[in-house]
C-alpha cells in the first residue's frame, strides 16, 4: 500500500500558542498544542501513560479492577476466554446494565440529580432526574413485558431523540430484550431489511419527528417497511400529533395507553454477562448491512470506563452531546456511557442550525454546558457561519469539545479551539467505530493535542499500522489499522452472520482488521485517513458504495450503478453515483430526480448521492466488477493508475 500523503515533520518543542493569521494548513498540522492548564490541572488521567503500561502488563487485572467499580448480581469466575476470533468477557458473571445506569444511582445523592435535560428546536425543555427516568424506564418495561416481550426478543426502535426514545432503549435492556434502534430517517428498504435480519417481533416508533421546524412522518415510513412481515406481533406507536390517526389494527399499541396503566415498578433481569443487550446495524462493503452484536457485561464495563476517561466526566458536568440514538455514539457516549457515571446528560432533537446559527452557543451558555460532543461535519458547518455567533455567548464554563467519526481537519481544529473554546478549553479528537463501541483512540483531556491527528490508542487498547502481510510499517507511512486482542465492549458477532464477524479477525493475522488506512508519528499517536474499503463516510455516516448501488439498481429504469466519494468542504465526502440505464429508458432530468427520490426513500435522506450521472457504460474488470476506482480517478482529474484489467 503506498504511503498518503502527509506532512513527515512536526516541532519538537510543545508549543503554547498557536500558529497566528494566515499559517499553510501543513504548519497547522505540525503543531503540538499542550492541555490548557484548567483542563491539564483537573484531568482524571494525569498520566496516561503509566495507565497504558499498567494495562498492557496485565490487561485481565487492569479490566477485573475496573469491572469492581460497578454493580454486578454475580462476581465472574474468569475475566476472559478469548481464542484469537472470540471474546467473552467477566465468564459466569450475572448482571443488568440498566442497574448500573439508574438503580444504582438512587441510593446516592445522584437520586435526584438531572439525568436527562431534554430540548426541543422550539425551545421546549423536559428534565428527568435519576429516579424520574428509572420511573419512565420501569413504566415502559412493564407495558413492554405486559404485551409479551422478554428475554432475548429483537425490538426495533424507530424513534426521534427524545426520552421516549432512550426509555424504549433502557427498558428492553431492562427486560433482557435485545433493542436494534434505527436512525428515524432511514428510508423503508433498509428499515424493513433491519426488521427482517433482527426478526423483531416488536417496533417501537412515533407518528412524527421535528427538525427545522416541520414535522416529519415517521409512521408512514414503517407502515411501508412492515408490509408483509408477519413476524412483527407489536408495533407500539407515540403519537406526538393530536392529528395523528390513532392506533388502528390488531397489532398497533398507543405508547401513552401501555404506559398510563403500566407499574412504575420493574425488577430487571438477571442476566449472563454474555447475554444479548443491543444489535446495531452499520454499513459495510456489500449490500448487506452487518447487524453489530453486543452483550450486557463486558459492554457495561468498556463503555462507562472509556466514556468517563475520554470525556473526564466530573460530578458537576453538564454534558451535551449531539448525535442520535440511531448510531453507536448515541448508544455508549449518550445514554449508556453518560448514565452510567451519573452525568446530567443534554440532547436535542432538530438541527443545530435550526432556528439560527447561533442556538447551539446560547443553548449552551443558559446551560453552563461544560462538555461538547459533536461531529467535525458540524464543526464545519459552524466555521462556515463564522465566529460571529459564538462569540455572541458566553462560553466560560465550556471545558471540552469532543469530536469523533470522520477526520477532523486541522482548519477546524483551530477555529474551535479559538472561536469556541477561546483557548481555555480543550478539543479532544477521538477514533473509534461501530465495531469498538467506544473512543478507541484519542486524546485524553489533559494530553498535549496534535491537530489532524486523533492522537494514541486509550489504556487497554494496542494499535497498530500494518500492511497487507500484517508486518508493522515504520512512522508516517500509510498502512492498515488494526487493534491487538480483544477488549470488553467489542461487538460480540454479526447477527445471524458469525462467518462476516470472523473476517474482522481472520484477515490480518493475529488482529482485527479496523477497515480504515491510518498513519502513525514517532509518537505513537495517530492519523486515520479514511476507509480502506467501498465504504463512505458522508457527514460521519458511514455508508456503503453497495448500499446505495443497490437501491440505484432496485429501480427499474437503471441497469447497473457505480457509486463514489468526492472530497467535501463541509461533509468530508459527498455521493457521486453513475448509472446505465436499462433499454427503453433515456437519460433526463426527471429521471435523474425519480432515481434520487428512490434512494431516498429506499435508504433515507443520508444516503442520496448530491450528483448523479448517466453513462452508456462502467468501466468494469475482465471479471464484471464495477471499477469504482476509476470513476473516481476520471471524476477528480487524478492519473486512474493501472487500468490493463478494465475490459471496456
Ligand atoms: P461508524 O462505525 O459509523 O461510527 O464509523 C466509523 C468510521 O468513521 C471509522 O471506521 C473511520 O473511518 C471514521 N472515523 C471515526 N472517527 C474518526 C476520527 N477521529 N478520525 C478519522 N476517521 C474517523
Given amino acids: 500500500m503506498s504511503g498518503p500523503q502527509r506532512p513527515t515533520g512536526r516541532s519538537e518543542t510543545p508549543q503554547a500558542d498557536p500558529p497566528g493569521g494566515d499559517f499553510a494548513p501543513l504548519l497547522q498540522a505540525d503543531a503540538i498544542v499542550p492541555a490548557p492548564a484548567g483542563v491539564a490541572d483537573v484531568a482524571l488521567v494525569p498520566d496516561p501513560d503509566a495507565l497504558q503500561a499498567r494495562a498492557l502488563a496485565d490487561p485481565e487485572g487492569f479490566w477485573d479492577e475496573i469491572a469492581r467499580e460497578l454493580e454486578w448480581e454475580r462476581g465472574w469466575d474468569r475475566v476472559l476466554d478469548w481464542d484469537g476470533t472470540t471474546a467473552r468477557w467477566f465468564v459466569g458473571a450475572r448482571c443488568n446494565i440498566t442497574v448500573n445506569c439508574l438503580d444504582r444511582h438512587l441510593r446516592e445523592s445522584t437520586r435526584d440529580k438531572t439525568a436527562l435535560l431534554w430540548l426541543a428546536e422550539d425551545g421546549e425543555e423536559r428534565r428527568f432526574s435519576y429516579a424520574e427516568l428509572h420511573?419512565?424506564?420501569?413504566?415502559?418495561?412493564?407495558?413492554?413485558?405486559?404485551?409479551?416481550?422478554?428475554?432475548?426478543?429483537?425490538?426495533?426502535?424507530?424513534?426521534?431523540?427524545?426520552?421516549?426514545?432512550?426509555?424504549?432503549?433502557?427498558?428492553?435492556?431492562?427486560?433482557?430484550?435485545?433493542?436494534?434502534?434505527?436512525?428515524?430517517?432511514?428510508?423503508?428498504?433498509?428499515?424493513?431489511?433491519?426488521?427482517?435480519?433482527?426478526?423483531?417481533?416488536?417496533?417501537?416508533?412515533?407518528?412524527?419527528?421535528?427538525?427545522?421546524?416541520?414535522?416529519?412522518?415517521?409512521?408512514?415510513?414503517?407502515?411501508?417497511?412492515?408490509?408483509?412481515?408477519?413476524?412483527?406481533?407489536?408495533?407500539?406507536?407515540?403519537r406526538r400529533e393530536t392529528a395523528s390517526p390513532p392506533a388502528r389494527g390488531p397489532r398497533e399499541i398507543d405508547l401513552e395507553e401501555l404506559l398510563t396503566g403500566a407499574s412504575p415498578r420493574c425488577e430487571p433481569a438477571i442476566l449472563d454477562a454474555e447475554e444479548p443487550l443491543f444489535i446495531l446495524y452499520t454499513s459495510g462493503t456489500t449490500g448487506k448491512p452487518k447487524g453489530c452484536l453486543y452483550v450486557h457485561g463486558g459492554y457495561q464495563v468498556g463503555v462507562a470506563y472509556y466514556t468517563?476517561?475520554?470525556?473526564?466526566?466530573?460530578?458537576?458536568?453538564?454534558?451535551?452531546?449531539?448525535?442520535?440514538?440511531?448510531?453507536?455514539?448515541?448508544?455508549?457516549?449518550?445514554?449508556?456511557?453518560?448514565?452510567?457515571?451519573?452525568?446530567?446528560?443534554?440532547?436535542?432533537?432538530?438541527?443545530?442550525?435550526?432556528?439560527?446559527?447561533?442556538?447551539?452557543?446560547?443553548?449552551?451558555?443558559?446551560?453552563?454546558?461544560?462538555?461538547?460532543?459533536?461531529?467535525?461535519?458540524?464543526?464545519?458547518?459552524?466555521?462556515?457561519?463564522?465566529?460571529?455567533?459564538?462569540?455572541?455567548?458566553?462560553?466560560?464554563?465550556?471545558?471540552?469539545?469532543?469530536?469523533?467519526?470522520?477526520?477532523?481537519?486541522?482548519?477546524?481544529?483551530?477555529?474551535?479551539?479559538?472561536?469556541?473554546?477561546?483557548?481555555?478549553?480543550?478539543?479532544?479528537?477521538?477514533?473509534?467505530?461501530?465495531?469498538?463501541?467506544?473512543?478507541?483512540?484519542?486524546?485524553?483531556?489533559?494530553?498535549?493535542?496534535?491537530?489532524?491527528?486523533?492522537?494514541?490508542?486509550?489504556?487497554?487498547?494496542?494499535?497498530?499500522?500494518?500492511?497487507?502481510?500484517?508486518?508493522?510499517?515504520?512512522?508516517?507511512?500509510?498502512?492498515?489499522?488494526?487493534?491487538?486482542?480483544?477488549?470488553?465492549?467489542?461487538?460480540?458477532?454479526?447477527?445471524?452472520?458469525?462467518?462476516?464477524?470472523?473476517?474482522?479477525?481472520?484477515?490480518?493475522?493475529?488482529?482485527?482488521?479496523?477497515?480504515?488506512?491510518?498513519?502513525?508519528?514517532?509518537?505513537?499517536?495517530?492519523?486515520?485517513?479514511?476507509?480502506?474499503?467501498?465504504?463512505?463516510?458522508?457527514?460521519?455516516?458511514?455508508?456503503?458504495t453497495a448500499d446505495v448501488e443497490s437501491a440505484l439498481v432496485s429501480h427499474p429504469a437503471v441497469a447497473e450503478a457505480g457509486v463514489i466519494g468526492k472530497p467535501d468542504p463541509i461533509k468530508g465526502e459527498a455521493i457521486k453515483a453513475f448509472v446505465t440505464l436499462r433499454a427503453g429508458h433515456t437519460p433526463a432530468d426527471a429521471l435523474r430526480a425519480e432515481l434520487l427520490a428512490h434512494v431516498r426513500r429506499e435508504l433515507g435522506p443520508i444516503a442520496v448521492p448530491g450528483e448523479l450521472a448517466f453513462l452508456d457504460r462502467l468501466p468494469k474488470t475482465r471479471s464484471g466488477k464495477i471499477m469504482r476506482r476509476v470513476l473516481k480517478a476520471t471524476e477528480l482529474g487524478l492519473d486512474p493508475g493501472d487500468l490493463t484489467t478494465i475490459e471496456e
Avoid at 159 to 180: D, K, Q
Avoid at 197 to 213: E, L, M, N, W
Avoid at 312 to 324: E, M
Avoid at 346 to 352: C, S
Fill in 135 to 238: 420511573r419512565l424506564v420501569c413504566k415502559f418495561a412493564s407495558g413492554l413485558k405486559e404485551l409479551g416481550v422478554g428475554r432475548g426478543d429483537r425490538v426495533c426502535i424507530y424513534m426521534p431523540l427524545t426520552p421516549e426514545g432512550i426509555a424504549a432503549m433502557l427498558a428492553c435492556a431492562r427486560l433482557g430484550a435485545i433493542h436494534s434502534v434505527t436512525y428515524a430517517g432511514i428510508g423503508a428498504g433498509a428499515l424493513r431489511a433491519r426488521i427482517a435480519d433482527a426478526g423483531a417481533r416488536a417496533v417501537i416508533t412515533a407518528d412524527v419527528g421535528y427538525r427545522r421546524g416541520r414535522a416529519i412522518p415517521l409512521k408512514p415510513i414503517v407502515d411501508e417497511a412492515l408490509a408483509g412481515l408477519d413476524g412483527v406481533e407489536r408495533v407500539i406507536v407515540w
Fill in 308 to 544: 468517563r476517561i475520554a470525556y473526564d466526566f466530573k460530578d458537576d458536568d453538564v454534558y451535551w452531546c449531539t448525535s442520535d440514538i440511531g448510531w453507536i455514539v448515541g448508544h455508549s457516549s449518550m445514554v449508556y456511557g453518560p448514565l452510567m457515571n451519573g452525568q446530567t446528560v443534554l440532547v436535542r432533537e432538530g438541527a443545530p442550525d435550526f432556528p439560527d446559527p447561533g442556538v447551539c452557543w446560547r443553548i449552551a451558555e443558559r446551560h453552563r454546558v461544560t462538555t461538547l460532543f459533536t461531529a467535525p461535519t458540524t464543526l464545519r458547518m459552524f466555521m462556515k457561519f463564522g465566529e460571529a455567533h459564538p462569540a455572541r455567548s458566553d462560553l466560560s464554563a465550556l471545558r471540552l469539545l469532543i469530536c469523533a467519526g470522520e477526520p477532523l481537519n486541522p482548519e477546524a481544529w483551530w477555529w474551535a479551539y479559538r472561536h469556541i473554546l477561546r483557548e481555555r478549553g480543550q478539543l479532544c479528537d477521538n477514533w473509534w467505530q461501530t465495531e469498538t463501541a467506544a473512543p478507541t483512540i484519542g486524546t485524553l483531556p489533559g494530553e498535549a493535542a496534535r491537530p489532524g491527528w486523533a492522537g494514541r490508542p486509550l489504556p487497554g487498547y494496542r494499535a497498530e499500522v500494518v500492511d497487507r502481510a500484517g508486518r508493522p510499517v515504520p512512522p508516517n507511512t500509510g498502512g492498515l489499522l488494526v487493534l491487538r486482542g480483544p477488549w470488553p465492549q467489542m461487538l460480540r458477532t454479526i447477527w445471524n452472520d458469525p462467518a462476516r464477524y470472523a473476517e474482522y479477525w481472520n484477515a490480518i493475522p493475529g488482529a482485527y482488521l479496523a477497515g480504515d488506512v491510518a498513519v502513525r508519528d514517532e509518537d505513537g499517536r495517530f492519523m486515520v485517513l479514511g476507509r480502506a474499503d467501498d465504504v463512505l463516510n458522508v457527514a460521519g455516516h458511514r455508508i456503503g
